[in-house]
């Protein structure tokens, strides 16, 4: 199922950046957002019969320009407000 499909690329890739950053901090994870914008297009079209089936989930993929964010946000950095420190999986930035 597509939902699963996603869930175990994202836990993959939060593994990924959890020990990119700890071996290597200031290495930038650019390539590895590439693989994972191509895992996620892969995925989008091997599930597309699903997705247009499934009005909500399909809306949700969908959406144009989400910003998604991850990470520490010990200063804020995350846009989620200074309650926040840290997201282990990619999400969305809501903009007012």
């Known amino acids: 199922e597509y939902s699963e499909a996603v869930n175990t690329l994202n836990t993959q890739f939060s593994e990924w950046v959890r020990s990119s950053l700890s071996s290597s901090p200031s290495k930038s994870l650019e390539p590895g957002f590439r693989d994972y914008s191509k895992h996620l297009a892969k995925l989008r079209t ?39 420190s840290e997201i282990a999986r990619p999400s969305p930035l809501r903009v007012p």
């Open 46 to 84: 091997e599930f597309s019969d699903v997705l247009l089936s499934a009005p909500g989930e399909a809306e949700d993929e969908a959406a144009a320009g989400q910003c998604m964010v991850l990470g520490q946000g010990d200063m804020g950095q995350l846009g989620l407000g200074d309650d926040v």
